[in-house]
């Protein structure tokens, strides 16, 4: 496992059959104790178990919480915590298939939805350094078929979600249902079948800020067509091979037979309800190539904030645009290239968050105190804003992380 310091490995993967406070051979016990969490599977399993792995203590508030949510049902999961390229706190607990009481692993993948974002804006932003696309292009360049109406939109707008296009994803959803077996195809039926009425735009581009699905699956279409290749590929080439995201993917419409996700091994299931009363969910991810459709594990986005820190995605100049190009949205939030850039004392970080029928998840990484959260859970109702943001506000608070932010470590 990536990110995991070696001796903790077995510590994850017995997890709760011998990793119990310091029993066990990573902590130099003898392992001779065994103890069941029951129901809960690998419930309340967390790296501070295991004496090879000094936590945040700043975190035991996280902890506590994540202990009763997972007792009282309201999460299903994994939190994670990194700080200067390792694991200082990793959670996992419940189910990735309630109904046959599977014990969800730690090394699970989940549907990412909207958190799916960053990424595809980073693969956007490969092809502007790499020359194949540009900021300031108006969306015709790349994609000639879009109304006269949208002629004036440029990537930078899509991406930024200042664009005023109408948000259509219902009407993509309509396109799969009525027989297109590939993003390009219903993207294509649809841009040939709007009404004028869905032509209009809901405002001026370039004026004012509104959340926009339907503008990054425009830009999906546009990284296709400048880099010469399905989306899906486009986005596996320049961010998850290069960023060593290896079990991430995404999700594609079954070639044949009916209107249902192609197979995707390691995939938790996601449930809806209350905790008194689960039951599966049904989504349709593949609808959303660049809005949502991404299935990743924790390890995954830890990869992914490596190598953007590393600079192994994009160059540190363009990074900074992240910043220093955001958009205001609201007191105390800005909206940069597929990220919310949001602040904690002297500290900024950005994050996304994601959620539909059956998963919620989010990622937030503050550069320069070298810190990363992953939230990912398979109930379409846990509070994973309320810890991301607990966790972030911890980490950001401790003495020597404010130092490091005010000096732009």
């Given at each position: 496992?990536?990110?995991?310091?070696?001796?903790?490995?077995?510590?994850?993967?017995?997890?709760?059959?011998?990793?119990?406070?310091?029993?066990?051979?990573?902590?130099?016990?003898?392992?001779?104790?065994?103890?069941?969490?029951?129901?809960?599977?690998?419930?309340?399993?967390?790296?501070?178990?295991?004496?090879?792995?000094?936590?945040?203590?700043?975190?035991?508030?996280?902890?506590?919480?994540?202990?009763?949510?997972?007792?009282?049902?309201?999460?299903?999961?994994?939190?994670?915590?990194?700080?200067?390229?390792?694991?200082?706190?990793?959670?996992?607990?419940?189910?990735?298939?309630?109904?046959?009481?599977?014990?969800?692993?730690?090394?699970?993948?989940?549907?990412?939805?909207?958190?799916?974002?960053?990424?595809?804006?980073?693969a956007v932003l490969k092809?502007?350094?790499?020359?194949?696309?540009?900021?300031?292009?108006?969306?015709?360049?790349?994609?000639?078929?879009?109304?006269?109406?949208?002629?004036?939109?440029?990537?930078?707008?899509?991406?930024?979600?200042?664009?005023?296009?109408?948000?259509?994803?219902?009407?993509?959803?309509?396109?799969?249902?009525?027989?297109?077996?590939?993003?390009?195809?219903?993207?294509?039926?649809?841009?040939?079948?709007l009404s004028e009425e869905?032509?209009?735009?809901?405002?001026?581009?370039?004026?004012?800020?509104?959340?926009?699905?339907?503008?990054?699956?425009?830009?999906?279409?546009?990284?296709?067509?400048?880099?010469?290749?399905?989306?899906?590929?486009?986005?596996?080439?320049?961010?998850?091979?290069?960023?060593?995201?290896?079990?991430?993917?995404?999700?594609?419409?079954?070639?044949?037979?009916?209107?249902?996700?192609?197979?995707?091994?390691?995939?938790?299931?996601?449930?809806?309800?209350?905790?008194?009363?689960?039951?599966?969910?049904?989504?349709?991810?593949?609808?959303?190539?660049?809005?949502?459709?991404?299935?990743?594990?924790?390890?995954?986005?830890?990869?992914?904030?490596?190598?953007?820190?590393?600079?192994?995605?994009?160059?540190?100049?363009?990074?900074?645009?992240?910043?220093?190009?955001?958009?205001?949205?609201?007191?105390?939030?800005?909206?940069?290239?597929?990220?919310?850039?949001?602040?904690?004392?002297?500290?900024?970080?950005?994050?996304?968050?994601?959620?539909?029928?059956?998963?919620?998840?989010?990622?937030?990484?503050?550069?320069?105190?070298?810190?990363?959260?992953?939230?990912l859970s398979n109930l379409?109702?846990?509070?994973?804003?309320?810890?991301?943001?607990?966790?972030?506000?911890?980490?950001?608070?401790?003495?020597?992380?404010?130092?490091?932010?005010?000096?732009?470590?």
């Amino acid at each position: 496992m990536r990110g995991v310091p070696n001796r903790s490995l077995w510590c994850i993967m017995k997890m709760a059959d011998e990793c119990v406070q310091g029993n066990g051979p990573a902590a130099g016990g003898s392992g001779g104790r065994r103890e069941s969490f029951g129901l809960l599977g690998p419930a309340m399993f967390l790296l501070t178990g295991c004496a090879t792995v000094v936590p945040a203590p700043e975190l035991d508030g996280l902890r506590q919480r994540l202990v009763a949510d997972c007792v009282a049902g309201l999460f299903s999961g994994v939190v994670a915590v990194k700080k200067d390229e390792r694991i200082v706190f990793l959670h996992s607990c419940g189910h990735s298939d309630v109904e046959r009481r599977a014990p969800i692993r730690p090394d699970a993948r989940y549907k990412l939805f909207s958190t799916s974002k960053p990424l595809t804006a980073t693969a956007v932003l490969k092809l502007v350094e790499l020359g194949r696309m540009e900021l300031e292009a108006p969306l015709r360049a790349y994609v000639p078929d879009v109304p006269a109406e949208w002629g004036s939109i440029t990537i930078r707008q899509l991406l930024q979600h200042r664009s005023g296009v109408p948000e259509l994803t219902e009407k993509l959803l309509d396109t799969y249902r009525q027989g297109s077996r590939s993003h390009e195809q219903a993207m294509a039926h649809l841009l040939g079948s709007l009404s004028e009425e869905e032509k209009k735009l809901s405002g001026a581009p370039g004026q004012g800020w509104r959340y926009s699905n339907f503008s990054y699956e425009l830009l999906a279409l546009a990284a296709a067509r400048a880099g010469r290749a399905p989306f899906d590929r486009v986005l596996h080439k320049l961010v998850f091979a290069p960023a060593g995201m290896r079990t991430a993917n995404v999700e594609l419409i079954e070639a044949k037979g009916e209107m249902e996700a192609a197979p995707s091994p390691g995939l938790v299931r996601g449930f809806a309800g209350t905790p008194a009363d689960l039951r599966p969910a049904l989504s349709y991810s593949f609808v959303q190539q660049g809005a949502g459709a991404v299935h990743a594990s924790y390890e995954d986005l830890m990869a992914f904030d490596k190598a953007l820190s590393r600079g192994r995605l994009l160059s540190p100049a363009m990074q900074a645009r992240m910043e220093t190009e955001a958009v205001s949205v609201n007191d105390g939030v800005r909206y940069g290239y597929g990220w919310m850039i949001r602040s904690v004392g002297p500290c900024t970080y950005w994050q996304h968050s994601g959620g539909n029928n059956g998963y919620t998840s989010e990622f937030a990484r503050a550069p320069d105190a070298r810190v990363a959260i992953v939230v990912l859970s398979n109930l379409e109702f846990a509070k994973v804003g309320e810890i991301r943001s607990m966790a972030m506000k911890a980490m950001l608070e401790s003495p020597e992380n404010s130092r490091r932010c005010v000096e732009g470590a």
